[in-house]
């Protein structure tokens, strides 16, 4: 098991998150610190993957109160927002394998795990990414999770998000999310039958996290929020 730090933030800025994992991930790369795993939720934002068809996916109404970000990740587009736990891991592959499929896999693991801590039974589709809630009641197959990664230099970018509480209509009525069409989307809070707090489901989530990659968690005092890491020595290695 390896020391790893664990950066546990509130509501933070798409744009924000996105500057502090390319620091986090210049300096893990650089060896100047440990691996870092990052929680925390957005405000609302679909974020567009680099397989995303624009004119396809996309369809939000003009005064749709949310933001668009273009993005490094893998995968198509998604949306983000509060009640909707958010997990970046910066991970050095060459310490789990290098081996990206199975990473991706690693973090359905977590997330199965994650949602098993509630009773709940989410499951894998070959050809799909992502977490799934298996048909049930009637319906078809309803996704609570979605997975879009990026890689360089083997460190690893982006992660999973967990549908926890939150109205899903934006997967649907805003966009294609992921580009599945007629897909069902669903949240924690509906397959419990009462509300469920991102608060509740985080324990959870990083005890997942820390077992799958076979980590030992060090959080970090996070008092000026994402803010924690703009010094200029980790830009720089962002850079590099």
Known sequence: MRGAYLMNLGLVPYTEAFELQRS???AVSQGAIPETVVFLEHPPVITIGRRTETSVE??????????????????????????QLV?????????????????VRDLEEALIR???A??????????LTGVWMAPARGQGPRKIASIGVHVSRWVTTHGYA??????????????????LEDAQFTTMAQELGRPTGVEAVRPAAIEAVADVFDLQLEELPADD????????????????
């Open 24 to 26: 986090l991930a210049g």
């Open 58 to 83: 996309l369809h939000v109404p003009d005064d749709a109160p949310v933001d668009i970000a273009e993005t490094d990740r893998g995968g198509k587009s998604t949306f983000h927002g509060p009640g």
């Open 87 to 103: 997990c970046y891991p910066i991970l050095d592959l060459t310490k789990h394998g290098k081996d990206v499929k199975r990473y």
């Open 114 to 116: 994650t949602l098993g």
């Open 118 to 127: 509630f009773d709940l039974d989410g499951v894998r589709y070959e050809g």
């Open 162 to 179: 967990l549908n926890v509480d939150l109205d899903p209509a934006p997967f649907t009525e805003w966009i294609t999310a992921c580009g």
């Open 225 to 240: 929020g994402a803010g924690l890491w703009k010094q200029s020595i980790h830009a720089s290695l962002a850079n590099r």
